[in-house]
């Protein structure tokens, strides 16, 4: 009974973001970093948002003869969400859309980063902490790279 507790907890656990101090949400994800980016392509699409880039930046390594390993950056937005955030402040436009990075790392693990909302455009100083909006993106980059990670 003990390794059922214990491997539920570390299945779970294998999904859970971790923030660390500078508001950067971490997950881990069990699939490959094409297979990640793939699934949150698939999801978003589905939910209506739009993708602006997909940046391979392992590709762009390898192009030079260079190795990073597999390294993907998702930019996507929406409109109706993030024109509100650059009405409030204009600057906001520099950090939107939304970006994801997906890589592996040097143990071969694939890692999902993004940075929390709240933390990126609340620095600016026009963007009100309780915005709804910010919740709204919050709520998406943790759906969809939930989704992506299992």
């Known amino acids: 009974m003990k390794h059922v507790i214990l491997a539920a907890a570390l ?8 923030a660390g101090d500078n508001g950067l949400m971490r997950k881990d994800s069990a699939l490959g970093v094409t297979e990640t980016v793939d699934a949150m392509v698939t999801a978003m699409e589905g939910a209506g948002l739009t993708i602006f880039a997909r940046i391979d930046h392992g590709a762009g390594a390898a192009s030079i003869g260079e190795d990073i390993g597999a390294s ?6 929406n409109p ?8 409030d402040d204009p600057v906001s436009g520099l ?10 790392d040097a143990m071969g693990a694939t890692k999902i980063v993004y940075e929390e909302p709240a933390e990126m455009l609340g620095k600016l100083g026009g963007v ?14 943790a759906k969809f790279t939930d989704m992506a990670a299992n």
């Open 11 to 18: 299945a779970v656990a294998g999904t859970m973001a971790v």
């Open 128 to 141: 009100p902490k309780d915005a709804a909006y910010l919740k709204t993106m919050a709520g998406a980059l």
């Open 80 to 87: 109706k969400v993030g024109t509100p955030a650059i009405k």
């Open 72 to 77: 993907q950056v998702l930019i996507f937005g």
């Open 95 to 104: 950090y939107l859309p939304l970006k994801v990075l997906v890589y592996e």
